[in-house]
Nanobody, 122 residues
């Protein structure tokens, strides 16, 4: 069973920085896109940043210039460096990946991590 596990959330003051990491485990054949989503209380889950297997990235307008997503294809991990954090960045951040398992290379599964809380105080 393939799992995603986030780490690195926490409490930070506005203007500060945090780095989130997402590690994978299990029998992975390959991973297509990987990304970070977030969900604030009372709001829908939204895309924060995404990176393809080839390294192409896209970001939500609200985080462009402040957040950077990076990927290690050898380790099947991604990180999200978050700078100049704002109170409105407060949310649970989820790792997402489109995974092809060794057991069935004909299917791509969309998997989610459990989430990690990021709280930015003003």
């Amino acid at each position: 069973q393939v799992k995603l596990r986030e780490s690195g959330g926490g409490l930070v003051q506005a203007g500060g920085s945090l780095s989130l990491s997402c590690a994978t485990s299990g029998s992975i054949f390959s991973i297509n896109a990987m990304g970070w989503y977030r969900q604030a209380p009372g709001k829908q889950r939204e895309l924060v940043a995404r990176v393809s297997s080839g390294g192409s990235t896209n970001y939500a307008d609200s985080v462009k210039g402040r957040f950077t997503i990076s990927r290690d294809n050898a380790e099947n991990t991604i990180t999200l460096q978050m700078n100049s954090l704002k109170p409105e960045d407060t949310a649970v951040y989820y790792c997402n990946a489109a995974v092809i398992r060794l057991e069935d290379v004909t299917r791509t599964l969309e998997l989610w991590g459990q989430g990690t809380q990021v709280t930015v105080s003003s």
